[in-house]
T-cell receptor, first 113, second 116 residues
Framework: SQKIEQNSEALNIQEGKTATLTCNYT??????LQWYRQDPGRGPVFLLL?????KEKRKERLKVTFDTTLKQSLFHITASQPADSATYLC????????????FGKGTSLLVTP | DGGITQSPKYLFRKEGQNVTLSCEQN?????MYWYRQDPGQGLRLIYY???????QKGDIAEGYSVSREKKESFPLTVTSAQKNPTAFYLC???????????????FGEGSWLTVV
């Protein structure tokens, strides 16, 4: 069966450090992978998209890598701030789902001052 | 402002009742989606529609129904056949349903449904 796995344990880091979140998938052949941020009681908000032919994508303090051999994406937040505290969701889709996105359960990030 | 509007924000349903969650978008998007999120869980796809008058079942469609009569609207009905409907429901849209270009999904603010 298809699976998208993210660290279930919350990640606690100190302000200014780099946060690294992991997304692993099985039985997908995604053309792209996306990362979203979700605050409590709110809808997710799109952050970054990376395509299968891209190794790395950056946007301000965010960096995403995509390894289709390992079937893994890493999401980095550099110089983290307390405002970065949220749940981060990995999402991908392929032809089996009609390209509708399927989401991982998310990893909760807490950045402390 | 452009966006996705879900209503109501909070809804209570009695056992055996059908309820309908509204979703309207003014982004001129072709594709629309409904996801369900349970506490501490990820989003699970209920239904999606790539074009008006067409929709497909997602992973957990049983007990739900949808319609797509207008491009802007994609209401979700939670029927009495859905045995555990208490959850946070999210409506979303994207420019195209094919996803081949890697469409970003835009979400509404969600609707909380509780069975009483």
């Amino acid at each position: 069966s298809q699976k998208i796995e993210q660290n279930s344990e919350a990640l606690n880091i100190q302000e200014g450090k780099t946060a690294t979140l992991t997304c692993n998938y099985t039985n997908y052949s995604p053309a792209y992978l996306q990362w979203y941020r979700q605050d409590p009681g709110r809808g997710p908000v799109f952050l970054l998209l990376i395509r299968e032919n891209e190794k790395e994508k950056r946007k301000e303090r965010l960096k995403v890598t995509f390894d289709t051999t390992l079937k893994q994406s890493l999401f980095h937040i550099t110089a983290s701030q307390p405002a970065d505290s949220a749940t981060y969701l990995c999402a991908l889709g392929d032809s089996n789902s009609g390209y509708a996105l399927n989401f991982g359960k998310g990893t909760s990030l807490l950045v402390t001052p | 402002d452009g966006g996705i509007t879900q209503s109501p924000k909070y809804l209570f349903r009695k056992e055996g009742q059908n309820v309908t969650l509204s979703c309207e978008q003014n982004l001129n998007h072709d594709a629309m989606y409904w996801y369900r999120q349970d506490p501490g869980q990820g989003l699970r796809l209920i239904y999606y529609s790539q074009i008006v008058n067409d929709f497909q079942k997602g992973d957990i469609a049983e007990g739900y129904s949808v319609s797509r009569e207008k491009k802007e609207s994609f209401p979700l009905t939670v029927t009495s056949a859905q045995k555990n409907p208490t959850a946070f429901y999210l409506c979303a849209s994207s420019t195209s349903g094919t996803g081949l270009s890697g469409n970003t999904i835009y979400f509404g603010e969600g609707s909380w449904l509780t069975v009483v």
